[in-house]
């Protein structure tokens, strides 16, 4: 028994933004019938999906594949991020859809493998929010390298309290294991960690935890692990996902509580700071306020709805581009400017969502029977876009007001409740 300080993350939450969920197809397994083990059919709903969007590059587990296993079929992300082989009467739950990174948006995968006695197999590769429990004493029961520094590993931890607890999952190898790894130097945090009840309670000894680990259960799990392979393009997107528009990659942003989505360029800083608050009939109400910016804090857009309207105040101002939104063919995203003669903003530029026509200034919201809707920037001197733009005839035909245009045209709406809560 080793004994030696340790940090053990113990609970995992993700954090999910909009969900796109993939639709599985039943593969061809490869089946090795063994009498004792009785055969399942999966149902086609539940079948992982053999897919070729990217080569897998990483190294195999060193561990032959599970001898017991009578059936067993291909399982890969949809952007061939990771892949791996389970038996065939295990299911599969994609939940694995885009995602807010600190560098912009990106595909997260999100996999629960249900195993049939109980427990399951989580995997994922985006966003995490980790609690620790400290141990004071930890054994590696087994552990089987699968390259890149990690290892299918089967472990337990003691506790001050006396009691005793375990972990089945891939970890970094070279240390005390941990239910999260990195891949090398990429910048993500990952998971793959099987759990059950007996995982995620106690046991009153070692020996009992031990017992445990030696299942049958478990050893079928840890050589399904020993499995896995990594391909290097981590950061691919699944085919269909995203839309290329001038050389810009688009990715759909959906608002907290399901009103609405749009298209971000892919590598544009995502800010979300909607809320809830009460309106004069004593209804709680949700407020989407979400602003995308360019890397270098350029082009910035804003999208907000909500309850009450506004007016426009009439001024100097200038015609762009009138594009159609996809949403509703009266609905338009508007690039527009000051004209010279309005004070402290005269060549300013923005663009705007209107329903008032290209014939007037875009007013500050558009509005349903029930929900108000702002979408765009405020008036910016056209040098806010960069140093070469210096004004409206540079901003009008430039990269720009281009991607600005095509973010605010993306509009969907989905529901016009302002009393749906997230």
């Known amino acids: 028994m080793r ?107 999100e996999l629960s493998i249900a195993v049939p006695d109980g427990g399951v197999l989580f995997y994922t590769d985006g966003l995490w929010g980790d609690a620790g429990v400290a141990g004071v004493e930890v054994e590696i029961v087994e552990q089987i390298p699968v390259g890149h520094g990690l290892a299918a590993t089967a472990w337990w931890e003691g506790y001050e309290d006396g009691n005793y607890g375990v972990g089945v999952g891939i970890v970094e190898t070279g240390g005390e294991p941990f239910h999260v790894f990195r891949l090398d130097d990429h910048k993500r945090v990952y998971s793959l960690s099987y759990y059950d009840d007996a995982v995620s309670g106690t046991f009153d000894s070692s020996a009992a935890a031990e017992d445990y680990l030696a299942s049958d259960t478990i050893g079928l799990v840890l050589d399904v692990l020993a499995t896995v392979e990594f391909s290097d393009e981590q950061d691919a997107l699944p085919e269909g996902v995203g839309v290329e528009h001038e050389g810009t990659t688009y990715l759909p942003y959906t608002t907290r509580n399901g009103s609405a989505t749009f298209l971000v360029p892919q590598d544009w800083d995502i800010r979300d700071d909607s809320s809830a608050s009460t309106n004069m009939a004593g209804q709680q109400v949700w407020n989407n306020a979400v602003t995308v910016a360019d890397p270098d804090g350029g082009a910035m857009l804003g999208y907000f709805d909500m309850e009450f309207t506004n007016w426009i105040e009439e001024l100097d101002w200038t015609l762009g581009e009138v594009r159609p939104t996809t949403e509703n063919p009266q609905w338009q995203a508007v690039s527009w400017a000051f004209g010279d003669s309005v004070p402290h903003q005269g060549g300013y530029v923005s663009v705007d969502l209107t329903d008032r026509g290209g014939t007037e200034r875009p007013a500050d919201r558009v509005c349903t029977e029930r929900m108000c809707r702002d979408f765009g920037s405020l008036p910016l001197s056209p040098s806010w876009f960069g140093g070469e733009l210096s004004s409206t005839d540079d901003f009008f035909g430039s990269a720009s007001e281009e991607q600005m245009l095509t973010v605010v045209a993306s509009l969907q709406t989905h529901h016009d409740d302002p009393t749906r809560m997230p």
């Open 3 to 109: 004994t030696s300080p340790s940090r053990m993350l113990a609970a995992s939450a993700i954090v999910a933004l909009a969900v796109m969920l993939g639709a599985c197809a039943q593969p061809e397994p490869e089946a090795t019938a063994v009498p004792d083990r009785p055969q399942s059919t999966p149902s086609a709903s539940a079948t992982p999906t053999p897919s070729a969007t990217a080569a897998a590059t990483g190294a195999p587990g060193s561990a032959t594949p599970p001898e017991a296993a009578v059936e067993l079929v291909d399982l890969e992300t949809r952007n061939g991020s990771m892949r791996m082989r389970i038996p065939a009467d295990w299911s599969v739950d994609d939940a694995s859809h885009v995602a807010t990174f600190a560098e912009g948006q990106g595909w997260a995968n």
